[in-house]
């Protein structure tokens, strides 16, 4: 389906967790290619693989000033995900609410359709005794 075709290349970057942490990291701020890879147990150029993969799909802008790469996250590719994930949310809260509606519906038409019910008759009979 080409209308999800930006949103899947987003999710797909996103499946990866060294991407994930990249991202994760980039949320609190801008950050070199070298503070990036710092802490993680792989290869610069592993590194800059990883960063070209969240810049295509736009979730991640890159700057080279002299001989230093600066990344920082990109909104607009996070929000193609938190829209997809807005509109499933919308769908299923309106499925719900209509299930909710015709459960209720059901529930009257059965409360008017039983018989009433009497009131329980009090029993005759000796009084259950209190052990005095």
């Given at each position: 389906?080409?209308?999800?075709?930006?949103?899947?290349?987003?999710?797909?970057?996103?499946?990866?967790?060294?991407?994930?942490?990249?991202?994760?990291?980039?949320?609190?701020?801008?950050?070199?290619?070298?503070?990036?890879?710092?802490?993680?147990?792989?290869?610069?150029?592993?590194?800059?693989?990883?960063?070209?993969?969240?810049?295509?799909?736009?979730?991640?802008?890159?700057?080279?000033?002299?001989?230093?790469?600066?990344?920082?996250?990109?909104?607009?590719?996070?929000?193609?995900?938190?829209?997809?994930?807005?509109?499933?949310?919308?769908?299923?809260?309106?499925?719900?609410?209509?299930?909710?509606?015709?459960?209720?519906?059901?529930?009257?038409?059965?409360?008017?359709?039983?018989?009433p019910t009497e009131p329980a008759a009090p029993t005759s009979g000796p009084s259950p005794s209190r052990g005095d």
């Amino acid at each position: 389906m080409l209308k999800y075709q930006p949103v899947d290349e987003v999710f797909r970057a996103l499946g990866d967790p060294t991407r994930r942490d990249l991202v994760e990291r980039l949320g609190g701020g801008p950050a070199t290619v070298s503070q990036l890879a710092g802490p993680l147990d792989m290869s610069l150029s592993a590194v800059v693989q990883h960063l070209a993969v969240l810049e295509s799909c736009g979730l991640v802008r890159s700057e080279k000033v002299g001989r230093t790469r600066t990344c920082r996250l990109e909104p607009v590719g996070l929000r193609l995900a938190e829209d997809w994930f807005a509109g499933q949310r919308a769908a299923w809260s309106r499925r719900l609410d209509r299930l909710g509606e015709v459960l209720a519906d059901d529930l009257a038409a059965e409360q008017a359709s039983a018989p009433p019910t009497e009131p329980a008759a009090p029993t005759s009979g000796p009084s259950p005794s209190r052990g005095d």
